[in-house]
């Protein structure tokens, strides 16, 4: 029994002290944004890399969760005489809550596990040792440029996965199960508000980049130098940074009612 | 008088975990000079060229690198020592989305303003002192075992280092290869006048090549010019540098 509870003590510890380690990773992050030289071209090489090549993925995870809250919808509101509110009821599920979470949820399993790999297998073949030794600090050019990038791209996927939602409410609504077009929008419109939803919703997907941004580049900059430690760095990225989401979507909810 | 040496280790003390590495090793290599840090596998040869070179921190002991103790410096007063240092890792350690040629540029780029051409000049001069032409657009993927050892001696030598450490140059390399590598460190130590620390299990190489040789044992460091460790009274140091056989349990790793 004590072992048990000295084990979970030192569970805590160990959890606490990485928790530790990557706060003060982000200061160092933070640090290097202001630090010169701007690093532009590697910002928007990230910015291809974890967003453009993020597009197709997002988008058709995008449309299909729409065209599945819009028959979930219509099933449920069908039976109330609402049909009217699905664009509502779709418009809202996506901006409040699925949007910006499954967004960060896809972004992470494709983009954050190639960052933690990417710079696992740099620090693994010795890149980032060899950046050193140039007087180049591996934070400055290899994480903070991804770690920006993330955040930066992070509100973008997600617009984008949030317009192609509500276009696949839409086709399923509309055309296939006739609700009126017209009607659609206009409780679309009327119940998604600019500033509680529209903005919650890109302080979520802002929140969100920087979990993911942070918690990829800090596991594959900390990771081992070997195979399995590139490997252990990818998974524990997207298993760290999955939960992280979900928990911190909760508090953000709670707290500011988003 | 003898010169100032431009790195001296004092009493250092190393341990990767319960694992010690170094008890109290001390010794100096002195500038202008090749010399060969020789050991058994796991004796510490490459763990002492990143101890020199800041990447790792002793537990205890003084590491004085062109004047400045390393141990005690931030990781940005390092970078300022490391300005005179250059480093051939073991495996390159070449950037891998750069080519060969943006490889080699990427410190000049870092720390001088130099123009395009100028920078073009530099990278092709050093590419040919290491006899790698027509290499510019390829990835270090692309490259065999030694062009990629020649690449990255090339991308050390692009700040014109006061001390160049080269972690296993020869390894994996077939005997020509090998004899090029060798022919080139002592054609830029004899030129340039640089200050050269070179990590080796390559006997014969090391008998060519060094002006002194530290020879990591179990439980201390040998120091001397190799001829006086093939003569040496030691009957340890005179097996390892002669190749010879030793007993099978004979303690070849361990701490210095």
């Avoid at chain 1, 009327?190 to 903005?199: E, G, N, P, Q, T």
Wanted: glycine share 10%; net charge neutral; with cysteine.
């Amino acid at each position: 029994m004590i072992a048990a509870i000295a084990r979970l003590g030192a569970l805590v510890i160990a959890g606490l002290e990485d928790m530790g380690r990557l706060a003060l990773f982000a200061g160092r992050v933070g640090v290097a944004v202001v630090m010169p030289p701007p690093r532009v071209r590697a910002f928007l090489d990230e910015v291809y890399k974890l967003g453009v090549l993020s597009l197709v993925i997002i988008g058709v995870s995008g449309f299909a969760v729409g065209m599945v809250l819009g028959l979930q919808g219509y099933n449920t509101l069908v039976r109330f005489g609402a049909t009217n509110s699905l664009g509502a009821v779709v418009g809202l599920s996506l901006i409040r809550e699925l949007g910006p979470v499954l967004t960060a949820l896809l972004a992470t399993g494709r983009a954050g596990s190639a960052t933690a790999a990417e710079i696992g297998t740099m620090v693994a073949t010795e890149q980032l040792d060899g950046l050193r030794m140039m007087a180049v600090d591996p934070v400055h050019l290899v994480v903070m440029p991804r770690a920006v990038a993330m955040v930066v791209v992070m509100p973008l996927l997600t617009a984008l996965f949030i317009v192609l939602g509500l276009a696949g409410g839409w086709v399923v609504g509309v055309p296939l199960m006739g609700v009126d077009a017209g009607a659609y929008m206009a409780s679309l419109e009327s119940a998604v508000d600019f500033r509680d939803d529209v903005l919650g919703c890109g302080l979520k997907a802002v929140v969100f980049g920087v979990l993911v941004g942070l918690i990829a580049t800090f596991r594959g900059y900390t990771s081992e130098p070997t195979s399995a430690g590139v490997s252990t760095a990818t998974t524990t990225t997207v298993v760290v940074a999955s939960v992280s989401i979900l928990i911190c979507d909760y508090f953000i909810t709670a707290l500011w009612g988003v | 008088m003898e010169a100032e040496p431009h790195v001296r280790l004092r009493h250092v003390r190393m341990a990767f975990g319960s694992r010690r590495v170094f008890d109290d090793l001390s010794c100096a290599f002195a500038p202008g000079k090749v010399s060969v840090v020789l050991g058994g596998s796991g004796s510490g040869k490459s763990t002492m060229l990143r101890l020199i070179a800041g990447l790792v921190r002793p537990t205890a002991g003084e590491i004085w690198v062109c004047g400045e103790d390393v141990t005690r410096l931030s990781e940005r007063a390092l970078g300022r020592v490391r300005r005179k240092l250059g480093m051939m890792f073991q495996n390159g350690a070449l950037l891998d989305s750069l080519t060969v040629f943006d490889n080699l540029a990427f410190p000049l780029r870092e720390h001088r303003a130099l123009p395009p051409q100028a920078i073009a000049d530099a990278v092709h001069r050093r590419l040919h002192d290491v006899g790698l032409e027509g290499v510019d657009a390829l990835l270090p993927r692309q490259l065999s075992g030694g062009m990629t050892k020649r690449a990255a001696l090339a991308r050390a030598l692009m700040m014109d280092p006061v001390v160049l450490l080269c972690d296993e140059p020869f390894s994996g390399l077939d005997p020509i290869s090998l004899r090029r590598v060798e022919d080139l460190l002592l054609r830029v130590n004899r030129e340039q006048g640089i200050t050269m620390i070179v990590v080796s299990h390559h006997i014969a190489s090391t008998v060519r090549m060094a002006d002194n040789v530290v020879l990591l044992l179990p439980d201390r460091a040998v120091e001397g010019p190799p001829a006086a460790l093939l003569d040496s009274d030691d009957a340890l140091v005179r097996a390892f540098m002669r190749e010879e056989d030793v007993a099978a349990d004979t303690p070849f790793e361990g701490t210095a």
